[in-house]
C-alpha cells in the first residue's frame, strides 16, 4: 500500500523525523498558551517553510496543527483558560479534576484520548481520501463551482453566531482576493494605480495579521487578566494519586470511539471544525454517561470525549483540501499556501502527480501523533509549569515583533509588513463586531479557484448560468449550500427566541 511507502520514506530521512519531533513540541506548546493558537504558530512559522524540501515543510506545518490542538487540553486543565476554542469543552471536566489534586491524571487521560482520536481520523483520512479523489477527477467546471459555492455559505453560515456577519466576511474574503489581475484578460482590477497591488495581496502576510498580529491587539485588551496559578504538589504521595490505570480509563473507551467518529465526521465537512466536534462529542457523552450527574464536576470521561472528538478533526478535515482544493479549516487554508509555495497544485490531480508526497505526509501525520502522545503523556507537567514562568508582557511582545519580521520574511518586501498590519487591525475589529477572520481567510484562498472554474463555465455554457442547473451533481451542490444556511438561520432564530422567552 501507499502508506507503507510512505512510511518507509518519512523512517529513512533523520532530519524529516526531526522535524516532526519538533513540531510536536512546538505545536504542543503553543497550543498550551492561553490566547495562543495552533493556526498562529502555523502563519508565523510559514516563511521558515520557503527554504525547506516540501515534505518536511508540510509534515513540519501539519503536526504542529495535530499537537496544536491536543496542547490547548494543558491549558484548559491547568488554568481553567482553553488554550484553543475546542478546549473549552475538556475545561468543563478538567479544572475540577485540577482543583482536586489530579492535574496529571486529566492530562493523561487528555493525551490517551486525543491519540486515539488523531490515529482513527489520520486512518479513516489514508482510507478515503483516493476514493473522493477519483470521484473528484470525474467532475467538470461547473460541478466544481457548485462546490466552491457550498463550501461559501456553508463556511460563511456555519462558522460564528450570526449568518449575515459569517456570509459578510466571506464576501469579503472574495472581495480582497479579487486585487490584482484578472486572471482571464490580465487587466488590473482594485490596484488603484498602485504597483504593489497588481500582483494582488499576499497570501501570508495576510495570515500572520489574521491570526497572529489580531490575537497580540486583542491580548493587549485583557493584559490585566490574570491566569490561575498551577501549583501541583510533587510528593510521592501526589505521583501515585495521578498515576493513570487501565480500571480508570476503561469507561472512557466507549466514549473514545464514539467521539473519534463523531470528530472524523465533522472533520470532513468543510467549516464546523473541532470546535463543535468537541462540543458534540461532550453533549452526547453526557447523554450516553452511566453517570450523567458527575459529568462537570471531574468526569475523567468528561474529558475523555471531547479530547477525542477535537483531534479526530484533524485528518478528515484535509480530505476536501487535498480532493478538491478547499480547505475545511483555517489550518488548511494555510497549508495551501505551503503546497503553491513549492509548486504543487492541489486538487483531484494531485493523487496523479505527487502521490508519493501526499502518502508520505500521511505517515508523517501519524508518527507525528505519536511524538506528542509521548511528550504529553510524560511532559504534559512541565509544559504547564514552563508556560505559566513566562511573563506575558515579555511572551506578546516578542510575539508582535517576531510577526513583523516572519511578515517581511516572506518575500522581502515592506508592503507586505504593511498588509499585515493592516490584515492584524481588521482582524481584531473583526473579533469585536462578532464577524467572523476564519471564514474570511477560507474564501480569500478559495477565491481564486471558484473564479477560475466559474469562467471555465461560462465558456463552456451555450445557455449562460443555466449550466448550473441542467447539471444534476452542479444543481445539487447549489441546493446543499441554499439548504445549509436556511437550516443554520432556522436554527439560530429557534435559539433566540428560547433565549428570549428563557430571559423573562
Known sequence: ??????????????????????????????????????????????PVTFYMDPLAALAFLYVIGKSGRYG????????????TAASAATQIDGYPLSQRGLSSKAMKVATVSSVIGDFTGEIL?????????????TLGPPELFAVYFA???????????????????AALGVLIKMV??????????????????????GLVPLMIGMFVLAE??????????KIEKFDEPDSAE?????????????????????????????????????????????????????????????????IAAPEAANNAVSGPSMAPLLTLGIPGSTIGAILVGVFLIHGIQIGPTLFLTSRELVYSLFAAGLIGIA??????YFGASFVGRFIIKIPTDILYPMIFLTSFIAAYASRGSLFDVWVMVAAGVLGWLMKKLEFNPAAFVIAFVLAGGAEETFRQSLLLSDNGLLIFVTRPVALGFLLLGVLTVFIRARSLHREARAQALGDT
Request: proline content about 4%; hydrophobic content about 50%; overall charge positive.
Open 371 to 376: 511524538a506528542y502522545g509521548l511528550v504529553g
Open 1 to 46: 500500500m501507499d502508506i507503507f511507502i510512505g512510511l518507509a520514506t518519512v523512517l529513512s530521512s533523520p532530519a524529516l523525523l526531526g522535524w516532526i519531533v519538533s513540531a510536536a513540541v512546538v505545536g504542543m506548546v503553543v497550543g498550551a498558551v492561553p490566547g495562543l493558537t495552533a493556526s498562529a504558530a502555523i502563519a508565523m512559522l510559514l
Open 238 to 302: 501526589a505521583k501515585a494519586r495521578n498515576r493513570l490505570s487501565w480500571a480508570e480509563y476503561k469507561p472512557c473507551i466507549p466514549h473514545v470511539i464514539r467521539s473519534s467518529f463523531i470528530g472524523a465526521f465533522i472533520g470532513m465537512l468543510p467549516g464546523l471544525g473541532s470546535a463543535i466536534a468537541a462540543f458534540v462529542a461532550y453533549g452526547e457523552g453526557k447523554r450516553r454517561a452511566k453517570n450523567p450527574d458527575e459529568w462537570g464536576k471531574g468526569a475523567l470521561e468528561g
Open 72 to 83: 490547548g487540553s494543558i491549558a484548559a486543565i491547568l488554568f481553567n483558560t482553553p488554550g
Open 125 to 137: 483520512l489514508i482510507l478515503g481520501v483516493g476514493i473522493i479523489a477519483a470521484i473528484a477527477l
Open 151 to 169: 463550501a461559501f455559505v456553508v463556511i460563511g453560515s456555519v462558522i460564528g453566531k450570526s449568518v449575515v456577519k459569517g456570509l459578510a466576511s
Open 180 to 201: 490584482g489581475t484578472d486572471p482571464i484578460s490580465a487587466a488590473e482590477r482594485y490596484t488603484f494605480g498602485s504597483y504593489e497591488l497588481i500582483n494582488g495581496i
Open 216 to 225: 497580540v491587539l486583542s491580548q493587549m485588551e485583557t493584559r490585566g487578566a
